[in-house]
């Protein structure tokens, strides 16, 4: 659950790299192997939408500190100045390797993260400039499901009050039997037995810890989910079962998505348009069938031909992508 606690946006010191670009979009250069990035401009909301969700140059540096004093000596860029829109009820897939910097933009988003520069509107309103009440309110309204279900829940809270806890934080249930029903019916809209409501998280397989953790999530009714590799610890038939779950959750109740991945099967089975990034950076942007049918970056290409090919007789061309792990 995200509570109203604040985050700020730390001041910049003069001598930090961003401290001078932070006030706009920067340039990305041109990333190892020579490829240029993507031609294709970063795609505003579609159809001519209002954004739901914009951000503009996010930054994220961690501080490289040694010697005995711990002086800082550099600054680990895991998000480099990138810039996005999200329109309301569409998906938005961000994908790319392990260690690319995926998982920081979400949490820096919702300021589980401190962000280093850059601005981040929710439906007008600034999230890093928000506080108090304003904060709360779009507390409510932007959630997270996290990559690790086993980890994401308190293995000493039952189901009933994972879930409830979120409504009574935010004071919208204050009796109990009615946060009892309401919580039942999260559950059972989840695809959960209403009795799992009195067990513990230990009790559960992945699947099913999954599906609490998307509950919990959806307490609040949000417009907005940061999906953090939602399958990845799951295997494949559970993968398709959370996916055709968030897929409905998304047209029934008009959610947007930010659904973050490594993987391309599933990016492109949940989402309308789809950044690829790389060492920070977005390298390339556009709809599921630009991206999928004609990536314009070679790092795009060199993740396409890394998915498997399911008949031994045809053969793929592997593309190779200087500095992408192997």
């Not at 930054?59 to 010697?67: A, Y």
């Not at 599933?266 to 630009?290: F, L, P, S, W």
Request: hydrophobic letters at 35%; proline letters at 8%; a positive charge.
């Amino acid at each position: 659950m995200l509570t109203a606690s604040l985050c700020p946006t730390p001041r910049l010191s003069p001598d930090h790299p961003a401290a001078a670009s932070s006030a706009g979009p920067t340039t990305s250069p041109t990333p190892p192997g020579g490829a240029a990035p993507a031609s294709r401009p970063a795609a505003s909301a579609p159809n001519g939408q209002k954004p739901l969700l914009s951000v503009t140059n996010l930054q994220t540096h961690f501080p490289i500190r040694t010697g005995l004093l711990q002086r800082t000596t550099g600054y680990v860029k895991a998000v480099d100045g990138i810039t996005f829109h999200i329109a309301p009820g569409e998906c938005l897939g961000l994908v790319g390797e392990s260690g690319c910097g995926k998982t920081t933009v979400g949490r820096t988003l919702l300021r589980l993260i401190p962000a280093t520069g850059g601005q981040v509107s929710f439906d007008g309103t600034d999230v890093y400039a928000a506080s108090g009440r304003e904060l709360q309110s779009l507390r409510r309204q932007m959630q997270i499901i996290f990559q690790d279900p086993a980890g994401s829940l308190n293995p000493r809270m039952r189901i009933a009050s994972i879930i409830g806890e979120p409504l009574t934080v935010h004071s919208l249930v204050t009796e109990k039997d009615q946060l009892r029903t309401e919580v039942e019916n999260i559950l059972e809209r989840c695809g959960m037995p209403r009795a799992a409501a009195d067990r513990y998280p230990h009790e559960f397989s992945g699947g099913q810890r999954q599906r609490i953790g998307i509950a919990r999530a959806l307490a609040l009714r949000p417009r907005f989910i940061v999906c953090d590799e939602p399958t990845s610890a799951l295997d494949v038939s559970i993968q398709a079962q959370i996916l055709n779950l968030l897929s409905d959750l998304q047209r029934d109740m008009k959610l947007s998505y930010l659904f973050i991945s490594h993987d391309m099967a599933v990016i492109q089975h949940m989402c309308n348009r789809i950044a690829v990034m790389y060492k920070g950076k977005i390298v390339e942007e556009g709809t599921r069938d630009q991206v999928i049918g004609s990536p314009q970056h070679k790092y795009t290409q060199a993740l396409l031909s890394a998915v498997p090919e399911p008949d031994p007789r045809r053969k793929r061309q592997r593309v190779v992508f200087e500095g992408m792990a192997t």
